[in-house]
């Protein structure tokens, strides 16, 4: 059975960083996109950022834009989010997807286009 743990989630102050990871396993990692997706309490499922196969090419939700990075590391079947300048309203439940396809055709991934899901990781902001 397919696998995405994550980890790094915490409680942090405005301003801080954290890296989430996230590790795959049971599935052939490095040939499908990755994404992480957030969801804050009472709202939906927003995408976040997103990374092709081979890392290539990124993607990011505004929202995030300049302040967050996302990479993978294809030897360990893991892919990460370095989040920097965290502020209040990224206070979510982080989640690890995995793409349907090797890249997205757009900008942006859709919850459709994920094949696979993790189970989350909590990040609090606190101001």
């Known amino acids: 059975q397919v696998q995405l743990v994550e980890s790094g989630g915490g409680l942090v102050q405005a301003g801080d960083s954290l890296r989430l990871s996230c590790a795959a396993s049971r599935f052939i990692f490095s040939i499908y996109a990755m994404g992480w997706f957030r969801q804050a309490p009472a709202k939906e499922r927003e995408f976040v950022a997103g990374i092709s196969w081979n890392g290539g090419t990124t993607y990011y939700a505004d929202a995030v834009k300049g302040r967050f990075t996302i990479y993978r590391d294809n030897s360990k079947n893991t892919v990460y989010l370095q989040m920097n300048s965290l502020k209040p309203e990224d206070t979510a439940v982080y989640y690890c997807?995995?793409?349907?396809?090797?890249?997205?055709?757009?900008?942006?991934?859709?919850?459709?286009?994920?094949?696979?899901w993790g189970k989350g990781t909590l990040v609090t902001v606190s101001s």
């Open positions: 997807a995995a793409h349907r396809r090797a890249d997205s055709s757009g900008s942006y991934f859709y919850l459709d286009d994920m094949r696979y």
